[in-house]
T-cell receptor
């Protein structure tokens, strides 16, 4: 068990470019979440997957954002036509659902800076 | 619309002192209340969590007090140490997604 990993850790891009982040959850964790955290704020829910199915998307997730978890293992989050307002820390978390609400384990995050 | 309100925004405590962070929520459907600790450049890490059928939970120097009728819960850090200097987030959940407070930055002075 090596924990949740995220790549890259930092990404600097120019406005209008597309970026993609990857999250590898803890093995055998069937739920995977994406959150966004801006400076001085708590993480905000973006979307989550149960295995490969994307079950909910927040209103924060505009049409420029898309997330996938093709084989129920790793997930990718893509932002198209980035805007300066997209600058934030993007956090991934995973959990193994075994009844009621279970602990979410977070990765180190990908810090995105849009110039 | 912030579903969990957290205070204070920051606090400074002397080594060995007690840090107290308070949170309040409105959604009575919440059934799981974790606290996360976050260091700069790291993701949040679970510290301690409580469910509403319990009024208090203690793990080492960390204690959660939960008041269901008032819809409030708090984190007490006893015997604060310099290594406790971090940002603490309360959160609440019903089934899957977590709603976080805005965070409290705790600074422990040696």
């Amino acid at each position: 068990d090596t924990g949740v990993s995220q790549n890259p850790r930092h990404k600097i891009t120019k406005r209008g470019q597309n970026v993609t982040f990857r999250c590898d959850p803890i093995s055998e964790h069937n739920r995977l979440y994406w959150y966004r955290q801006t400076l001085g704020q708590g993480p905000e829910f973006l979307t989550y997957f149960q295995n490969e199915a994307q079950l909910e998307k927040s209103r924060l997730l505009s049409d420029r954002f898309s997330a996938e978890r093709p084989k129920g293992s790793f997930s990718t989050l893509e932002i198209q036509r980035t805007e300066q307002g997209d600058s934030a820390m993007y956090l991934c978390a995973s959990t193994r659902v075994a009844g009621t609400t279970d602990t979410q384990y977070f990765g180190p995050g990908t810090r995105l800076t849009v110039l | 619309q912030q579903q969990v309100k957290q205070s204070p925004q920051s606090l400074i405590v002397q080594k060995g002192g007690i840090s107290i962070i308070n949170c309040a929520y409105e959604n009575t459907a919440f059934d799981y209340f974790p606290w996360y600790q976050q260091f700069p450049g790291k993701g949040p890490a679970l510290l301690i969590a409580i469910r509403p059928d319990v009024s208090e939970k203690k793990e080492g120097r960390f204690t959660i007090s939960f008041n269901k009728s008032a819809k409030q819960f708090s984190l007490h850090i006893m015997d604060s140490q310099p290594g406790d200097s971090a940002t603490y987030f309360c959160a609440a959940s019903n089934d899957y997604k977590l709603s976080f407070g805005a965070g409290t930055t705790v600074t422990v002075r040696a």
